[in-house]
C-alpha cells in the first residue's frame, strides 16, 4: 500500500489543523493504522492508533482530549484531527500501516508498522 500524508502547515497555538492521508494499493480495511511524529533530535513517537475496525483507539498522553483519529475504509483515507495544538505539537507527522488479521489491533509499536507515508511538516508557533 502506498501512503501519502498532507494538511500539515503554520499555525498558532491553539489553533486547529486535519491531517489526512490517503492510501493506494491493497485493500485499506486489512491494515491497522497509526500516526506517529518525530521532532528534530528526537526519536519517532506514536500519536495515535486505530484498528482495522475503527473501533478501537488509542492516543499519547500527550495528546488526549486535544486530537482524534478516525478512518473512512470506503474512501481509503485516515485523519487525524488536531485541536489545541501547543508548539510542542510541532513535528513531522507520518501515517502508517501495519497488515493484521486482527480487527481489533492498535498497534503501538514504531518497528511493527509495514508501511510509511512520507511525512507533514506542523509548525505551532507561540
Known amino acids: 500500500v502506498q501512503l501519502q500524508a498532507s494538511g500539515g502547515g503554520l499555525v498558532q497555538a491553539g489553533g486547529s489543523l486535519r491531517l489526512s492521508c490517503s492510501a493506494s494499493?491493497?485493500?485499506?480495511?486489512?491494515?491497522?493504522l497509526g500516526w506517529f511524529r518525530q521532532a528534530p533530535g528526537k526519536e519517532r513517537e506514536i500519536v495515535a492508533a486505530i484498528s482495522r475496525s475503527g473501533v478501537i483507539t488509542h492516543y499519547a498522553d500527550s495528546v488526549k482530549g486535544r486530537f482524534t483519529i478516525s478512518r473512512d475504509n470506503a474512501k481509503s483515507m485516515v485523519y487525524l484531527q488536531m485541536n489545541s495544538l501547543k508548539p510542542e505539537d510541532t513535528a513531522v507527522y507520518y501515517c502508517?500501516?501495519?497488515?493484521?488479521?486482527?480487527?481489533?489491533?492498535?498497534?503501538?509499536?514504531?518497528?511493527?508498522?509495514?508501511?510509511w507515508g512520507q511525512g507533514t511538516l506542523v509548525t505551532v508557533s507561540s
Open positions: 502508517a500501516a501495519d497488515q493484521t488479521d486482527n480487527i481489533w489491533l492498535v498497534e503501538l509499536q514504531v518497528a511493527l508498522y509495514d508501511y
Open positions: 494499493g491493497r485493500t485499506f480495511s486489512v491494515y491497522a
